[in-house]
């Protein structure tokens, strides 16, 4: 004698199935709430940066951290506190050897502003007017009594306080901003095993095998992307100054930095090109240097040390250190890379292509099987049936 089948084996009907039982309707709820995770981050984006800085620091040197305690039997509260002396003595000691070659580049530029004007406008038939005096003044003002020439060049509008307050509250800011990144970035690094196990759990809570795969996807995709962009920026940061110190581009220690962190972003570093060979057209048009190849010394060696370096770049870099693709067309992170800029402003910059690289993930790996899956389930329905059936 057969038994009798248990309720819950038994066909539910439409009006028994619960709405939250519904594949669809969960990911439709994940993918709002999500939204609404990245919307509220962005109306608190001022105070959320330090946090998310700090957590994607200790993100980043994770592996690090991983290698040093388990090969080294460090603890790892000591590993974090080696690495973060070692980015403040570094850091300390990049700002000391840099900072006077910055500052010393800088007023230079501020002093040849005057004659690069007069020599322009000569060349050039442009009619200044008294901008060039005015600028000559204001250039030797601040040369040689730089904050008092600011003070005098607010006076007339009453915002000497104003400046002052905004100047200590900016310096003040950045410094709180700087040490709270310190402070999260120690106990974020200290307590990621745990904050990862606890990731994972709540990922595979959600009885779903897509959703571990995806994520083990996305952080290979983002970590590399991250870690390989940063390796790569200081690289070419090295060989972009010092290729246009060999080229006898001024303010070479300026134009290797910005293409360093212009280079963060793809196909920004470009921008640094035309700049480098214009502040190289200003310097020969006040007679450094000798007239000799003048188009060689204008054009063609500050471009071949940008084509290198790109070179370089693009064919031994990236495919070495960062193997882990994208995998986006040019022209899909030319087009999500300003639609970051546009919204996030330069985190947007950044972010847009391992953001959009996770977006793909999902899709490819959760959200389009499921979509599949729903509708086989609608054409050939197996549980849920109607609640009356109609016999012929």
Request: hydrophobic share 50%.
């Amino acid at each position: 004698m057969s038994s009798l089948p248990h309720p819950s084996d038994s066909p539910r009907t439409l009006t028994q199935v619960h709405l939250w039982e519904v594949a669809a309707f969960r990911d439709v709820i994940i993918g709002g709430l999500i939204i609404l995770a990245f919307w509220v981050g962005y109306q608190l984006q001022s105070i959320l940066v330090p946090v998310l800085i700090g957590l994607g620091m200790a993100y980043l040197t994770n592996p690090l951290l991983n290698y040093v305690e388990q090969t080294w039997k460090f603890p790892r509260w000591l590993a974090v506190s080696i690495i973060v002396l070692l980015m403040c003595a570094v850091l300390s000691g990049l700002g000391f050897w840099l900072g006077p070659l910055l500052a010393d580049q800088i007023l230079h530029f501020i002093e040849t502003v005057p004659t690069n004007l007069s020599i322009l406008a000569d060349q050039h038939n442009l009619q200044l007017g008294e901008m060039s005096s005015s600028f000559a003044e204001l250039s030797a003002s601040v040369q040689n009594n730089p904050f008092s020439t600011i003070k005098t060049l607010l006076a007339g509008t009453g915002q000497v306080w104003n400046m002052t307050n905004l100047i200590i509250g900016t310096l003040g800011s950045f410094l709180l901003s700087a040490s709270l990144i310190i402070i999260y970035f120690f106990f974020f690094s200290w307590n990621f095993p745990s904050i990862q196990q606890s990731l994972w759990t709540i990922v595979e809570s959600l009885g779903d095998p897509r959703w571990p795969n995806a994520l083990s996807q996305m952080d290979e995709t983002v970590g590399a992307f991250f870690r390989g962009r940063l390796l790569i920026a200081l690289i070419m940061s090295v060989m972009f100054g010092g290729g246009w110190y060999v080229a006898n581009v001024p303010y070479w220690i300026l134009l290797g930095l910005g293409a360093g962190i212009l280079s963060l972003i793809p196909y920004a570093a470009t921008l640094m090109w035309p700049v480098a060979i214009f502040l190289k057209y200003l310097d020969m048009s006040m007679g450094s240097g000798t007239t000799d190849n003048f188009w060689m010394q204008l054009l063609v060696w500050p471009s071949a040390v940008y084509l290198g370096v790109q070179f370089i770049e693009g064919w031994i870099m990236t495919p070495w250190i960062q193997s882990q693709s994208t995998d986006m067309s040019a022209g899909t992170i030319l087009f999500v890379v300003l639609i970051g800029g546009s919204i996030g402003g330069i985190l947007g910059l950044i972010l847009a292509i391992p953001f959009t690289a996770c977006l793909k993930i999902i899709l490819k790996e959760v959200l389009i099987p499921r979509v599949k899956e729903w509708g086989m389930v609608v054409e050939h329905p197996t549980t849920i049936q109607p609640e009356h059936e109609v016999t012929p």
